[in-house]
């Protein structure tokens, strides 16, 4: 069991930033891939970024490439993303997720265990 906790979010203005933060508990947090997805008001959630389990492998939603970035931190067991240059279609609640699967996935069926989200609202 794995147990995730998002915090970070809030309101700022278009091209502010945010870090959002995932604190994770429970067993194996660093041997598995680690997302981030989000769901906007009346939108399907969507991944936006994933992390394999030593930080070399990084996928991104296209949208968000070169604005957001996802790290890791086995050590304290917390996954980030850095969210620069937000702009007002960035405005959702945002999950952490973990995935047991070794290889990257953009897929949200692939995850087993999800935080409760954080808000992020961007004004224009």
């Known amino acids: 069991q794995v147990q995730l906790v998002e915090s970070g979010g809030g309101l700022v203005q278009a091209g502010d930033s945010l870090r959002l933060s995932c604190a994770a508990s429970?067993?194996?947090?660093?041997?598995?891939?680690m997302g981030w997805f989000r769901q906007g008001p009346g939108k399907e959630r969507e991944c936006v970024a994933t992390?394999?389990?030593?930080?070399?492998?990084?996928n991104y939603l296209e949208s968000v490439k070169g604005r957001f970035t996802i790290s890791r931190d086995n050590a304290k067991n917390t996954a980030y993303l850095q969210m620069n240059s937000l702009k007002p279609e960035d405005t959702a609640i945002y999950y952490c997720?973990?995935?047991?699967?070794?290889?990257?996935?953009?897929?949200?069926?692939?995850?087993?265990?999800w935080g409760q989200g954080t808000q992020v609202t961007v004004s224009s």
């Open positions: 429970g067993r194996t947090f660093s041997t598995y891939v």
């Open positions: 992390i394999n389990w030593s930080g070399s492998i990084t």
């Open positions: 997720a973990h995935s047991r699967k070794v290889r990257t996935t953009m897929n949200p069926i692939d995850y087993e265990y």
